[in-house]
């Protein structure tokens, strides 16, 4: 069965600190894998995705996230935490036995402490 | 992207009521996914709407309790029939970028959600 996991429900960063928040999945084929950040109170904004190409992927805010296909993760990293990434973080895949469906992780708290 | 705008906002509602939510999408679009969120948890997915055709339900999930219409490729509505407190949550509206073949592939939109508690 195609899956995501977030191992950790929080992570806690010092500002200025770098940051990173664990993703991994398991699918069948090529994975198409996103990550979401959803401040509180408010809708979940699209952060990066990794599709094809570069295993590098540069998103909003200074985040970037590295595919790695053998140990079949994709964590989101930052180089130098801000307080105002607070946020509940989610890992996403896109399920290619279904209609264009996403299959989401459980989420990770990030606290950035100042 | 797509923008949606998401209505209402917000509601407090009684139990036994039905309450109807609203998504405009500004492009036109395939597929519609309805989410339901628990906050600070994960979403889970209710339904997908495509136009012209009946949603899919997710298991767990039945078209007498959470119909949805979708009359156009812009616009989708979905209902919480009969509620009760266990239905009180977030619901999202979700849309996929890109056309055709590429659909998925250029992220997914979501609306700004509607906080529904049932009293």
């Known amino acids: 069965a195609q899956s995501v996991a977030q191992p950790e429900d929080q992570v806690n960063v010092a500002e200025g600190n770098p940051l990173t928040v664990k993703c991994t999945y398991s699918?069948?084929?090529?994975?198409?894998l996103f990550w979401y950040v959803q401040y509180p109170n408010r809708g979940l904004q699209f952060l990066l995705k990794?599709?094809?190409?570069d295993n590098l992927v540069k998103g909003s805010y200074g985040f970037e996230a590295e595919f790695n296909k053998s140990q079949t993760s994709f964590h989101l990293k930052k180089p130098s935490a801000l307080v105002s990434d607070s946020a509940l973080y989610f890992c996403a895949v896109r399920d290619m036995n279904s209609n264009y469906q996403l299959i989401w992780g459980a989420g990770t708290k990030l606290i950035i402490k100042p | 992207s797509a923008v949606i705008s998401q209505k209402p906002s917000r509601d407090i509602c009684q139990r036994g009521t039905s309450l109807t939510i609203q998504c405009q999408v500004d492009s036109q679009v395939t597929m519609m996914f309805w989410y339901r969120q628990q906050p600070g948890q994960s979403l889970t997915l209710i339904a997908t709407a495509n136009q012209g055709s009946e949603a899919t339900y997710e298991s767990g999930f039945v078209i007498d309790k959470f119909p949805i219409s979708r009359p156009n490729l812009t616009f989708s509505t979905l209902t919480v029939s009969n509620m009760s407190p266990e239905d009180s949550s977030i619901y999202l509206c979700?849309?996929?970028?890109?056309?055709?073949?590429?659909?998925?592939?250029?992220?997914?939109?979501f609306g700004s959600g509607t906080r529904l508690t049932v009293v």
């Open positions: 699918v069948s084929g090529n994975p198409y």
């Open positions: 979700s849309v996929a970028g890109g056309r055709g073949k590429e659909e998925g592939n250029y992220g997914y939109t």
């Open positions: 990794y599709i094809t190409g």
